[in-house]
């Protein structure tokens, strides 16, 4: 399928793991493993079109509230995903990136994410991020601390403060903004995820749930993304994405 414009990076709310599961008549860890397992086909649909940036929303500050052995088992399986696939990240032209309280996570996950994010940092290809032990409050609520230290020390006029500044502290700084939210699972909210950064993007729901968002389903997301009208307050559209 050619669509007219193509985003330039696409933030994934990866939702409905547990629900899926549960419909499958499977434990919630089981939906964990589906939803996992279809991180390759997102990745290879989104450079396949043409996406330069795909950030994964994987793991929230709030998450740590759940079952301990749910936790448990997410920490393994990322664990495992770091073995695994790190190798196959440097062949495909990946690079890997995580953001969020990476401090929360276990030393040894700590270690391999910083492997991961070393090893693929010359690579050239489709940027991915996953945000681990994330918060976007909390993220902005640090980005105005930094700032505040700054103001304190006399290294910059409180004044004088702007949206590049608070942006320029936050985990995202290397990153543009999304161009499109996708949620799956059918939930109207954005959870705590990137609330800075989404301000203009544009937003796609979908009932699919994570396990069953196919490489299809991502394409039927570009489609829909192709046929807005971003106008950023304007009253004639702004041609943004890849292709602008």
Not at 53 to 74: C, G, M
Not at 139 to 163: F, H, N, W, Y
Not at 202 to 209: A, M, P, R
């Given at each position: 399928?050619?669509?007219?414009?193509?985003?330039?990076?696409?933030?994934?709310?990866?939702?409905?793991?547990?629900?899926?599961?549960?419909?499958?008549?499977?434990?919630?860890?089981?939906?964990?493993?589906?939803?996992?397992?279809?991180?390759?086909?997102?990745?290879?649909?989104?450079e396949k079109a043409g996406v330069k940036y795909i950030t994964l929303y994987a793991f929230s500050k709030e998450n740590w509230h759940r079952p301990k052995d749910?936790?448990?088992?997410?920490?393994?399986?990322?664990?495992?995903?770091?073995?695994?696939?790190?190798?196959?990240?440097?062949?495909?032209?990946?690079?890997?990136?995580?953001?969020?309280?990476?401090?929360?996570?276990?030393?040894?996950?700590?270690?391999?994410?910083?492997?991961?994010?070393?090893?693929?940092?010359?690579?050239?290809?489709?940027?991915?991020?996953?945000?681990?032990?994330?918060?976007?409050?909390?993220?902005?609520?640090?980005?105005?601390?930094?700032?505040?230290?700054?103001?304190?020390?006399?290294?910059?006029?409180?004044?004088?403060?702007?949206?590049?500044?608070?942006?320029?502290?936050l985990y995202t700084s290397a990153l543009p903004d999304p161009d499109l939210l996708i949620r799956t699972s059918g939930e109207m909210r954005v959870s705590n995820?990137?609330?800075?950064?989404?301000?203009?993007?544009?937003?796609?729901?979908?009932?699919?749930?994570?396990?069953?968002?196919?490489?299809?389903?991502?394409?039927?997301?570009?489609?829909?993304?192709?046929?807005?009208?971003?106008?950023?307050?304007?009253?004639?559209?702004?041609?943004?994405?890849?292709?602008?």
């Amino acid at each position: 399928m050619s669509l007219e414009k193509i985003p330039q990076h696409v933030a994934l709310i990866m939702d409905g793991n547990g629900r899926w599961a549960g419909r499958q008549g499977l434990a919630r860890i089981r939906g964990h493993q589906a939803g996992a397992d279809r991180l390759e086909d997102v990745m290879r649909a989104a450079e396949k079109a043409g996406v330069k940036y795909i950030t994964l929303y994987a793991f929230s500050k709030e998450n740590w509230h759940r079952p301990k052995d749910e936790v448990q088992f997410l920490m393994q399986l990322l664990s495992n995903y770091l073995d695994h696939k790190l190798a196959e990240l440097k062949k495909n032209n990946i690079v890997f990136n995580a953001i969020g309280c990476l401090t929360d996570m276990p030393s040894e996950i700590q270690a391999k994410l910083s492997r991961a994010a070393e090893e693929t940092a010359s690579n050239t290809g489709l940027f991915v991020t996953f945000a681990f032990s994330y918060s976007s409050r909390l993220e902005i609520t640090e980005a105005c601390r930094a700032l505040a230290r700054l103001a304190v020390q006399g290294k910059i006029d409180p004044e004088m403060i702007s949206e590049k500044d608070v942006a320029s502290h936050l985990y995202t700084s290397a990153l543009p903004d999304p161009d499109l939210l996708i949620r799956t699972s059918g939930e109207m909210r954005v959870s705590n995820f990137l609330l800075w950064q989404i301000s203009y993007a544009e937003l796609y729901v979908t009932e699919k749930c994570w396990p069953e968002f196919t490489a299809e389903e991502f394409q039927k997301a570009l489609a829909a993304y192709s046929l807005r009208e971003r106008r950023f307050g304007r009253t004639e559209p702004l041609n943004t994405g890849a292709d602008a």
